[in-house]
């Protein structure tokens, strides 16, 4: 199964900004999810987490696990912010 990390954002805040958001506003990551591939389209994201929440809201991150082998599933930057129920999914 591939899996594709997805970012659980907070509300905008005018304080800096990320790639593709507009004008300044900061959408900070709450927690950091993973979720399979949805059936046919290895590039798109299914409708659930491996924790069960909806990816609707959530945003596609720019790493991909498998092009980092024997790194972490998630981007180091997040390690704290990781969901708990998502990486003891992968890791069993």
Same mark, same amino acid.
């Given at each position: 199964?591939? =899996? ?8 905008? @805040?005018?304080?800096?900004?990320? !790639?593709? $958001? ?6 900070? @990551?709450?927690?950091?999810? &993973?979720?399979? &591939?949805?059936?046919? $389209?290895? $590039?798109? $994201?299914?409708?659930?987490?491996? +924790? %069960? ?5 959530? =945003?596609?991150? %720019? ?5 980092? !082998?024997? &790194? ?8 704290? @912010? @990781? +969901?708990?129920? +998502?990486? &003891?999914?992968?890791?069993?």
């Amino acid at each position: 199964m591939t =899996e594709i990390v997805v970012y659980e954002l907070d509300r905008t @805040v005018a304080t800096g900004s990320l !790639p593709g $958001t507009p004008d300044g506003a900061e959408r900070r @990551v709450r927690r950091v999810h &993973a979720a399979p &591939a949805a059936p046919g $389209t290895p $590039t798109a $994201t299914g409708p659930r987490t491996l +924790c %069960g929440k909806d990816t609707f809201a959530m =945003e596609t991150a %720019g790493w991909n696990p498998s092009e980092h !082998p024997g &790194a972490a599933w998630y981007p180091a930057e997040y390690a704290s @912010v @990781v +969901c708990p129920d +998502c990486d &003891a999914v992968i890791e069993t």
